[in-house]
């Protein structure tokens, strides 16, 4: 079974104020999705993001950011180049292919030489 992972692409500290105990230390932080598997590792084009308050710990949803924290969200967001979408393959996977081709090989040579 695939294990997901969202590895953090870009951290921000901003200085805006917390909308729960009006706090002005919040981090802004955006991931990205990998997902690995015994025969590949893919990196995945999502992108998520959260806001947290250093202090109160709690998570700042979309629904109560201020201008301010919209505006500085929207600022950070240019800035972030998430990884290329890619599909690594593993040495398990080139194994296995060197596997099955030598088997289809030795088969096809045994059905031309008639023993099959």
């Given amino acids: 079974m695939a294990k997901?992972?969202?590895?953090?692409?870009?951290?921000?500290?901003?200085?805006?104020?917390?909308p729960e105990c009006f706090n002005q230390e919040l981090?802004?932080?955006?991931?990205?999705k990998h997902t690995y598997n015994?025969?590949?590792?893919?990196?995945t084009n999502e992108v998520t993001h959260e806001i947290k308050c250093k202090k109160c710990f709690s998570m700042i949803y979309p629904v109560n950011w201020t201008p301010?924290?919209?505006?500085?969200?929207?600022?950070?967001n240019k800035l972030?180049?998430?990884?290329k979408t890619a599909i690594k393959?593993?040495?398990?996977f080139f194994i296995l292919?060197?596997?099955v081709?030598?088997?289809?090989?030795?088969?096809a040579y045994l059905f031309l030489e008639g023993i099959i």
Avoid: G
């Fill in 4 to 18: 997901q992972k969202m590895v953090v692409i870009k951290e921000a500290d901003i200085t805006n104020n917390c």
């Fill in 89 to 92: 393959f593993t040495s398990l």
């Fill in 38 to 43: 015994a025969l590949f590792k893919k990196t």
């Fill in 80 to 83: 972030v180049t998430p990884a």
């Fill in 27 to 32: 981090k802004l932080s955006f991931y990205q």
């Fill in 68 to 76: 301010d924290i919209e505006r500085v969200f929207e600022y950070y």
């Fill in 97 to 99: 292919l060197m596997v």
């Fill in 101 to 107: 081709l030598i088997i289809a090989a030795v088969v």
